[in-house]
């Protein structure tokens, strides 16, 4: 299903273009237009899906065999040293496209470009509560 007002159901379905660097029946993978990297892309599954609470499992497993394609054919092309795969969902952790996608992120050495977090401390406490709610 597609949401009619959503640029990347519009971008995905052809409605819009884009630069496509790869499509088939489910997928199209595109440049993002704010790169990170020189090469940054978005897998875009076809359907509308909000993010990763919302997505099946066939989507889902099919869109994590693709991203491992794409960085190994993006790694051989662009020449890059490493690369982030990237998955955000809610605003809070920085969703700003609420259509489900991932990105691809081509990393190279002394490139700058800042993911990262600092690191915490997992308390006993914590680490018990949370063991507590999942294990
Ligand atoms: P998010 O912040 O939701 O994880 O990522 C959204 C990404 O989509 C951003 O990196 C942003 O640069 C990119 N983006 C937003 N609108 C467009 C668009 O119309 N076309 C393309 N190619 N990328 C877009
Ligand atoms: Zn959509």
Redesign the pocket.
Known sequence: MRDSSC?FCK?AGGEIP?ATIYEDEKFRV?????PASKGHA?ILPKEHFANIYELDEETAAAAFVLAKKMAGKMTEALGCDGFNIVQ?NGTVA????FHF?I?LIPRYEGDGVALGWKPGELTEEQKEDILARLQ
């Open positions: 640029i971008i884009s595109i440049l993002d237009l704010g978005l955000n920085g969703q700003t496209v996608h990105h």
